[in-house]
């Protein structure tokens, strides 16, 4: 299959020497004939590894990395527009500042005016 990757199906194939000669030991040495023993590795490392994540461990941590890479991005940017927000916080703040203090200014201007005696 196309999908699966070169790096994955080697790990299979390496997985499952390994295991077909710990099961059949130096017996295939001596084997004069075709047999069926390694059919029964084979299928078990098909259906063990149809995720070419649990074959190899390369790609499993090259997907975790994407996962984390993917999480950073989605932080980083909360952090951009939380900040875009504080700083319009930050903007209103000073202007809200600027307005009570020309409020009191004027207050005190109108209050001055008429000041009892």
């Not at 063990?48 to 074959?55: L, N």
Request: hydrophobic fraction near 40%.
């Amino acid at each position: 299959d196309k999908d699966y990757p070169t790096i994955a199906a080697f790990s299979v194939i390496s997985k499952s020497v390994e295991e077909f000669l710990q099961q059949a030991g130096k017996t295939w040495q001596i084997a004069t004939a075709d047999n069926t023993q390694a059919l029964s590795v084979v299928e078990s490392s098909l259906v063990k590894y149809q995720d070419p994540v649990a074959a190899d461990k390369l790609t499993k941590i090259q997907k975790d990395l994407d996962e984390t890479k993917v999480i950073l991005h989605q932080t980083i940017d909360s952090v951009l527009k939380r900040g875009e927000k504080l700083d319009t916080l930050v903007d209103k703040s000073a202007d809200l500042s600027m307005a009570s203090q020309m409020f009191y200014k004027q207050a005190r201007k109108t209050n001055s005016c008429c000041k009892m005696m």
